[in-house]
C-alpha cells in the first residue's frame, strides 16, 4: 500500500488536517480575546456556511480539472488566508471584517477539497479500504494533537505564530499533493449545469446511497449536531478526557478496518454503528469518569469502522469520471444534517435538560443503526456492483491494460484508476 504516491498523499491528508483541528480552537482564542464569543460564532458559522455553498461546484469542477489540482489550489488559497490573518494579528486586534472575509475564502477552500478527498483515495491505493483506515487512524490523532498544538502556541507565542504555523500546514499538503502522479479520467464535454445533473442522477440511481444519506440527515440533527455543544456543558471539566477517549476509539476503530474486510461492507458496519449508543447514553447516564471513557472508546471504534466502510463502498462503486460529483451531493447532506443539530443546541436546552436530549439521542442513533440493516440495498451491497451500482453510462471498472515491460502491478492499478478489487474479496 505504501507507493509513492499513497505516501504523498497520506502526508497531505495529515498535515493538512491538523490545519484543520488546529483552526477551531485557534480562532476560538484568537479572536474571542477580540472580540468575544459572538465574534467567534459569526467567523465559524461563516466558514462552515461557505463551505456547505459551494461543495456541489466542487465536486463538478474537480471531475473536470482533476481533484489532486483543485486540492492543490485549494491549500493555496488556505494558505493565504491564514498567513493575511497571521500578519493582521501583529497590530493586535485586526479589523472583524478582514476575519469574515478571509473566513469566508478559507470555507469556500474548504468546502472544494472536501469532494475531492474520496475521490483520490482509488487513484493513489491499490486497496481502497485499507487506505481508508490508515487514513482514519490519521484524522483521529490530529483531531487529538491539532487543538492542544493550537492551545500551546496561543498560549505560549500567540495568534501570530499560531496563524503562521496553520497556513504552513497547507503549505506542506500543497506541496505533497504536487508530487503526486496520478492518471485523470476526461469528463464528456458538457456545461456546467449537464456536469451538475450528471452527479445528481449518479447519486439518485444508488438507492443505497441516498437512502443513507436520508438516514444520516435525522442522524446529523439529533445526534452529532448537538452532541458537542451539549456533551461539553454536561461533562464539564472532564471533557479533555472523554475527547481523548474517543479519539482513541476511533484509532482502534482504523486498526480494525484494516484487518478486517466483510462481504458486505455497509451491514457490517451498520452493525458495528450500534456501538455508537455508548456515546450519549453514557453522557445521559452521567457515570464515573472510567465508564464515561469506556463508552466513548467504544463509540468512537465504532463510527471509524463505519466510516471505513462507508467511504471505502463510495470509491469502488462509482466511475472514477464522476465521483467527485456524487461525493459532493453525499458529503453536502451530511453535513447540512449536522449545521441544522449544532443550530438547534441552544434552543433545545431552553425545552429539553440536556441529559434527557441524550438519552434520545442514544435511542435515535439505535435507530439509525437498525434503519440502516432495513434497508435492502444497503444490506446487501457486496464489493461487485449490482445493476443499480453501475450508474448510467461509465462502466464501474475499465479494463486494465496489459501490463507493459518493467511495470508493476501497482502501477497497473493506479493507471486503471485504482479499482481493481483487492483479492480477499473475491470469493
Not at 465536486?59 to 493565504?80: E, F, Q
Not at 469556500?108 to 474520496?118: D, I, K, Y
Not at 487514513?135 to 500567540?158: D, H, S
Amino acid at each position: 500500500m505504501w507507493t509513492r504516491n499513497f505516501t504523498l498523499y497520506f502526508g497531505a491528508r495529515t498535515v493538512s488536517l491538523l490545519g484543520d483541528a488546529m483552526m477551531p480552537v485557534a480562532s476560538a482564542l484568537a479572536v474571542g480575546r477580540v472580540y468575544g464569543i459572538a465574534g467567534v460564532g459569526y467567523v465559524l458559522a461563516l466558514w462552515t456556511a461557505s463551505a456547505v455553498l459551494v461543495m456541489v461546484f466542487g465536486g463538478v469542477v474537480a471531475d473536470r480539472i482533476g481533484a489532486r489540482r483543485l486540492m492543490v489550489g485549494a491549500d493555496a488559497v488556505r494558505v493565504a488566508t491564514q498567513g493575511v490573518v497571521a500578519v493582521a494579528f501583529l497590530d493586535g486586534a485586526p479589523p472583524y471584517a478582514l476575519l469574515l472575509a478571509t473566513a469566508c475564502l478559507s470555507g469556500v477552500a474548504a468546502g472544494v477539497f472536501e469532494p475531492c478527498v474520496n475521490g483520490m483515495v482509488p487513484l493513489v491505493a491499490a486497496d481502497p479500504q485499507r487506505a481508508n483506515a490508515t487514513l482514519k487512524i490519521a484524522e483521529a490523532v490530529t483531531q487529538l494533537a491539532g487543538p492542544a498544538l493550537a492551545g500551546v502556541l496561543i498560549v505560549t507565542a500567540g495568534p501570530v505564530v499560531v496563524y503562521t504555523v496553520d497556513a504552513a500546514t497547507f503549505l506542506v499538503s500543497g506541496v505533497c499533493l504536487l508530487l503526486v502522479r496520478v492518471a485523470v479520467p476526461r469528463p464528456e464535454p458538457s456545461g456546467a449545469l449537464g456536469d451538475l445533473r450528471r452527479g445528481w442522477q449518479e447519486f439518485r440511481a444508488r438507492s443505497w446511497m441516498w437512502s443513507v444519506i436520508l438516514v444520516w440527515v435525522f442522524w446529523g440533527v439529533l445526534v452529532v449536531g448537538p452532541y458537542v455543544p451539549l456533551s461539553s456543558q454536561v461533562i464539564g471539566a472532564d471533557y479533555g478526557w472523554v475527547m481523548a477517549a474517543l479519539g482513541l476509539g476511533t484509532v482502534l476503530g482504523g486498526l480494525v478496518a484494516i484487518r478486517l474486510r466483510p462481504r458486505r461492507p455497509l451491514a457490517a458496519g451498520a452493525a458495528a454503528l450500534s456501538g455508537y449508543v455508548a456515546v450519549p447514553l453514557t453522557v445521559a447516564l452521567g457515570p464515573p469518569l472510567p465508564l464515561l471513557m469506556a463508552g466513548h472508546l467504544l463509540g468512537g471504534c465504532a463510527l471509524a469502522f463505519w466510516s471505513v466502510m462507508w467511504s471505502t463502498s463510495v470509491q469502488t462503486q462509482v466511475a472514477p469520471d464522476v465521483v467527485n460529483r456524487v461525493n459532493a451531493y453525499q458529503v453536502a447532506g451530511s453535513v447540512a444534517g449536522m449545521a441544522v443539530g449544532q443550530a438547534l443546541a441552544g434552543p433545545v436546552t431552553a425545552l429539553v435538560e440536556p441529559r434527557v436530549f441524550m438519552l434520545g439521542s442514544a435511542l435515535v442513533t439505535a435507530g439509525v443503526a437498525a434503519a440502516l440493516l432495513l434497508i435492502g440495498p444497503v444490506r446487501r451491497l457486496g464489493w461487485e456492483p449490482g445493476p443499480e451500482t453501475t450508474g448510467t453510462e461509465v462502466p464501474l471498472t475499465p479494463p486494465a491494460p496489459p501490463a507493459q515491460p518493467g511495470q508493476t502491478e501497482s502501477d497497473r492499478v493506479v493507471r486503471t484508476g485504482g479499482l481493481e478489487p483487492p483479492r480477499c474479496f473475491h470469493q
